[in-house]
């Protein structure tokens, strides 16, 4: 990781713990009502074919299956909640329409509308499609982060932090290898 990448990272992952006051006023009404279409209207933006699942049982991914239908990078990033490095996801650069679904089990976790150029190297949303993703505290790091996993198959995702836009203010940093993009328009 470059010195500067790094230190943006840290300096990212410090201003996480950290939320102005001010901010929690900041918002208008008419923004936040925004956020909640896009986290309802994601299904607009699914291909045709996709299967959206409204429901679905927990499913618990083998060894054997860990082992086998994944690259080595997806299983460490998916199963031993393992980061990517930055700038190494071409989903760095994807802004086309569509929907972003678990690498792992297909499940969708965010839309196109709810991506932004952090500029961390990593895919990076300010929101999620709601109840699909499950977040945990990790203490890997000196100061607490807060990961979160696919609420249907367990894959580890990423880390989310609050200093994202406006208004949410939430950075949902996603590593790209345990994400897969489906344009919405059929190839
Ligand atoms: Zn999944």
Redesign the pocket.
Known sequence: MKRRQYLHYSFSSLLALWVSPSRLFADSGKNLSRIESIESTWKALARKDFKILDAWPRISVSKKDRMTKFSLLEAHILFEEGTEKPYSSPYNSENRAGIYV?R??S?ALFSSEMKYDSHTGWPSFYTSIPAHLAKKTDYKLIWPRIEYH?V??G?HQGHVFNDGPAPTYERWCNNGASLTFIETKSA
């Open positions: 678990c792992s089990c499940l696919c249907k198959c894959g």
